[in-house]
């Protein structure tokens, strides 16, 4: 295997010495390029985009030409599993993701197939495979998958939601359901990560994008259980060398707490958490990925800075900080705000790492 | 004035003894009640319904007829401040509410007018005093408005919103801009909840649904401290009673010992936050409103009831909690759920306050 030129990344999720923090940025392949728009029209649609591993592999490194990203991440979609499963994604222009078919029943959860990643999946792996060869060894590849509870709540719902009816009467109602659902998932979450890991990922991220709707007593039995159950399924070593597991669930800064005790190597936490008050409850454990408001980059150089400045002593001295936004980037950033973020961040960091490699 | 029948909301956000815990439902009047929608059906649309202080009137008491609620809350739109200011609300069929201008600009704060309460906004006061007038002292009338962060979203963005980019965008690269924005709000909701107090309003809710956006040091800046200037400028006692304040911020979990830190009388909570570590921080202050999903009344009456006795559980002995949904009942839970979770509420919480009524 090739010898990774910067391992920053890796070496910060595990809690090892670094000479600066790295960081990455969610969704950091996306239409705020304009080189993606153009690969994405040649694509035709987002889906096609996703299922051309030279295109998908186009798109990953994008980002990477532009600014000092510390790791790649795989170019695909939350909502390959379900899709995968037979229940018919598509995107609307300018709308979210729609379902032909929904679950709402003990049948359709039944009905259900577990998705061979080697068979329908296998587009994905082939996605990993490619930009794993063409990454060659710059930075770590991630790679991901959603959470089995934000997994379901787009199959029950057949889309976005904002309120969760369909989904939360399933839950209070039919609990079994939607429990049989989650656990099926949970197991294809299970292999088609560690299929992405033997395809070369070497970290991979749960998106728990909708962790946050649950009342404090759903969230660890229809959510976080799920993927604790992932979490001890994944191959954990691979090439010689740990596989780090990032888990984030977005507006589950109450729950911190849970989620670094499933065993994974790193938490997510969106804007609404103090980066200082989040490694003052779990950051012995774990490592931390975030989080400045994904906005800051639509505000001038001077404020970005500050913002990257303040998250950076927030969290103080030492490794066992990947940094990010606390959520996806905006389509509409100006270009120039992302280089200005990122270079910030490994300016700005090298002394708190000054210590800890003497 | 009428003595009123029945004060066990207002002792319970004061912490004074009561025999049983109070409580109501954030929008009990409302498209679950089939009453409800005849009458919306007689005003022609939601505004024309909010204007009418008798169909209003109606719309407030309805509820109150079929459960045995604790309080009553005005039948009125959060924007009804924004739409007095000029900015043309209007409710789509099926969609959320739209603004026909926006604010963008320095100039477009300064050429807001702040409302007359008993002018432009006559039409609330008159409500007001209506429904007062018709509760006949049976239980205490509940005043409410959008917080300025909250109204503030709607007045930038033009309407409902997912990412709050347009706000966001304001908040990072013209802050002052949007500052002046919140000011101006603050001064008008606080002359407007003035003025609902004077017309009849026994205590008062803010409600910042959207506060939790805001990235934890944003959320002091650009929300709270507006709701604290708010809570200082307000009638605290009228007809020779308190009249308690009640502040929520939806998503504001991680900030509830701020929120209470502002003066106000009770701190509502949402279905994230656990009760009894929510008692354990801010309770020796401040009274909790909250905070059953509200997504549980799809549930059998076994699962409703088991739901209330855990919250009750969780706040423990004594005064101090009004029981309510996390937020706004859904329009299509069964009728018979809100009678199962009021009358539980009475019956499971008397042995909580025996002690304290010794």
């Not at 799920?226 to 800064?253: A, Q, S």
């Amino acid at each position: 295997m090739t010898e990774l030129k910067n391992d920053r990344y890796l070496r910060a999720l595990l809690r090892e010495p670094v000479d600066m923090t790295p960081v990455w940025m969610m969704r950091q392949a996306g239409r705020y390029l304009p080189e993606y728009k153009a690969t994405r029209a040649q694509a035709g649609d987002f889906m096609s985009l996703c299922r051309n591993a030279d295109l998908a592999c186009e798109v990953t490194l994008q980002p990477l030409r532009r600014y000092d990203l510390d790791a790649a991440i795989l170019f695909s979609d939350i909502l390959t599993i379900p899709d995968a499963m037979g229940l018919g994604l598509s995107f609307g222009a300018g709308e979210g993701p729609k379902f032909a078919r929904t679950i709402q029943t003990k049948a359709d959860v039944d009905n259900l197939p577990i998705p061979d990643p080697e068979g329908e999946l296998q587009y994905v792996m082939n996605a990993v495979r490619t930009i794993r060869r063409e990454l060659k060894g710059e930075v770590p590849l991630i790679g991901f998958s959603g959470s089995p509870w934000t997994l379901a709540t787009y199959m029950v719902e057949g889309g976005s939601s904002k309120a969760f009816t369909k989904i939360k009467k399933m839950l209070y109602s039919e609990p079994k359901v939607l429990n049989a659902l989650l656990n099926k998932l949970a197991d294809s979450v299970t292999l088609y990560l560690n299929a992405q890991i033997k395809a070369g990922a070497q970290s991979v991220m749960i998106f728990d994008t909708w962790g946050g709707v649950l009342a404090h007593h759903d969230y660890p039995q229809f959510s976080l259980q799920y993927m604790h159950k992932i979490v001890d399924g994944l191959i954990r070593e691979n090439e010689g060398r740990k596989v780090p597991v990032t888990l984030f669930t977005k507006g589950g800064g109450l729950w911190l707490e849970a989620i670094a005790d499933t065993g994974c190597d790193a938490v997510g936490l969106d804007w609404t958490v103090d980066i200082a008050n989040a490694r003052a409850r779990v950051g012995h454990k774990v490592a931390l990925q975030g989080n400045m408001d994904p906005s800051v980059l639509y505000a001038p150089a001077e404020r970005i800075e500050q913002e990257v400045s303040d998250i950076l002593a927030g969290f103080g001295n030492g490794s066992g900080h990947v940094f990010n936004l606390g959520h996806g980037i905006h389509q509409d950033v100006p270009e120039e705000s992302p280089k200005i973020f990122v270079d910030a961040i490994h300016r700005l960091s090298q002394h708190y790492h000054e210590k800890c490699n003497d």
